[in-house]
């Protein structure tokens, strides 16, 4: 029974470290959406931001992991006395709806960020797909400029 009582201590505090790590990945999410709501965004800084959040990811992939074996091992216990572990349930039942909370506004943050990526990156290749056709008109203008003449001055008259 002593041991029950620590296990769900122990899934408390994953659950508590999970919350702390998924509110540092919708701080980094919230910093990704002003940065794309800046005129002149910057990738790297953008990058930056996903490896910082791919760092939590890993944390909240290591600490499910502990809770799910964690949780095997009291689940029948917990579920046989319900009435002595109920503080300890009622906590837990909290966390999970905290921790449900700030997964669901990472996700509508996500597709937000999605979105105006995409849009930024749409508007980009148009630049870049006009700034070509640009340039490939210039080089024909000056191709055709060049060889309209084949070297002869264009005041002289032909006429003679």
Not at 75 to 102: A, C, W
Not at 142 to 149: G, L
């Amino acid at each position: 029974m002593k041991n029950e009582i620590i296990y769900t201590h122990i899934l408390i505090e994953s659950l508590k470290k999970k919350k702390q790590a998924l509110k540092e990945i919708l701080g980094y999410t919230k910093e990704q959406e002003e940065l794309l709501n800046q005129e002149n965004f910057e990738e790297e800084v953008f990058e930056n931001f996903i490896d910082k959040k791919q760092k939590y990811i890993e944390v909240i992939n290591k600490l499910d992991e502990g809770f799910e074996l964690t949780f095997e091992r009291v689940k029948e216990e917990l579920g046989e006395h319900k009435e002595m572990f109920k503080n300890e349930i009622l906590t837990l039942q909290g966390l999970i709806r905290e921790v449900t909370e700030v997964s669901t506004q990472i996700q509508v943050l996500e597709n937000r960020n999605k979105v105006s990526f995409e849009n930024k990156m749409r508007v980009k290749r148009d630049n870049i797909k006009k700034a070509r056709l640009s340039s490939q008109s210039v080089s024909k203008y000056y191709q055709n400029t060049a060889n309209a003449y084949n070297g002869e001055s264009i005041f002289l008259d032909k006429k003679k």
